[in-house]
């Protein structure tokens, strides 16, 4: 079986470095993976598929962006947490 050579391609925030040794899945066909650079310079080990699909997009710092961002996004109701009025009524509660 051959597969495509992906060497050198990037996919969003990987670079593919090099090919590692092939996992065997439950049905026991071999799947092939890669060993993938990222931007922020960690290194992940992703198949194929998941390359060419695009369900893998970084080593998983994208997914720490994002959920960061959307605390700080979705975590303030009012913006007048730091008052001191506030302070008092928190402490009654």
Not at 63 to 91: D, M
Request: hydrophobic share 40%; glycine share 8%.
């Amino acid at each position: 079986m051959s597969f495509q050579d992906l060497t050198g391609m990037r996919f969003s925030r990987l670079v593919v470095k090099v090919r590692v040794a092939n996992k065997v899945n439950k049905s026991g066909k071999p799947v092939a993976q890669w060993l993938c650079v990222c931007d922020c310079g960690n290194e992940k080990v992703v198949r194929s598929a998941s390359l060419n699909n695009g369900s893998v997009r970084s080593c998983g710092c994208l997914r720490n962006e994002t959920a960061a961002a959307n605390a700080r996004k979705f975590n303030v109701k009012h913006g007048l947490s730091n008052t001191r009025i506030y302070g008092i009524w928190a402490k009654m509660l």
